[in-house]
């Protein structure tokens, strides 16, 4: 398995995590999103990965995207320990809490996005700062409300076993404290970050851990 990844990248991250869980192997290759005008976009990624952007996982030849995809990949093939809970509503539960962060929260202040407010919209760093901010703490209020009030909540989002959900959490919890952001009115979330991190696949995976870590 051969990896293309970046140390900051959310979406990334989350893969990182669920290797690590399921105690498999790779090779790690890293993909600057910013250096060059970004290495991502350059031709010979994106003969790889038309829609330049990270991660791209590579298993025997064939060619993975779309983190959650991939993340479901590596769960059926390799399924212990799962990252799904067995039952049919637990299991939509977890996946609709890893697609509020991956669908609603995360594709509205990732890296092109910003890139974009700043360099073609023009505006201020002061105005995209608080663009970030605003969609991180508005997609926060509406999942901590959920996770506070859900009984399967335990120290993670299901219980005490890791699943897709918390694979989108900690990652997602990561960037909102890099750029400032007050996690007191999310003790739930912060919560289920803090727990998570202590579990070694997710400490292993951290961004400061990975080889391109600036």
């Known amino acids: 398995m051969k ?44 003969a790889l990965n038309p829609d330049g952007i990270v991660p791209t996982l590579v298993v025997d030849g064939d060619v993975l995207t779309q983190s959650l995809a991939i993340i479901e990949y590596l769960d059926e093939t390799h399924p212990e320990p799962p990252l799904l809970p067995r039952g049919a509503s637990d299991r939509a539960f977890v996946r609709s809490v890893a697609l509020q962060v991956a669908c609603e929260i995360h594709p509205l202040d990732n890296l092109r996005v910003l890139k974009y407010l700043k360099h073609q919209v023009k505006v201020p760093d002061e105005a995209k700062d608080a663009w970030y901010r605003h969609w991180v703490e508005t997609g926060f209020e509406s ?21 897709i959900a918390d694979l989108c959490i900690v990652p997602q919890v990561f960037n909102a404290r890099r750029f400032g952001i007050d996690l007191a009115p999310y003790p739930t979330i912060a919560r289920i970050a803090d727990s998570a991190n202590q579990i070694d696949g997710f400490m292993r995976a951290a961004p400061a851990q990975q080889p391109d870590a600036e």
């Open 143 to 163: 999942l901590e409300k959920r996770l506070a009030a859900d009984s399967r909540v335990g120290t993670l989002t299901f219980g005490d076993t890791p699943t």
């Open 3 to 46: 990896l293309y990844s970046y140390f900051r990248s959310s979406a990334a991250y989350r893969v990182r995590i669920a290797l690590n869980l399921k105690g498999l192997d790779y090779e790690y290759e890293a993909v600057h999103l910013l250096r060059e005008g970004g290495v991502q976009l350059k031709p010979d990624y994106r």
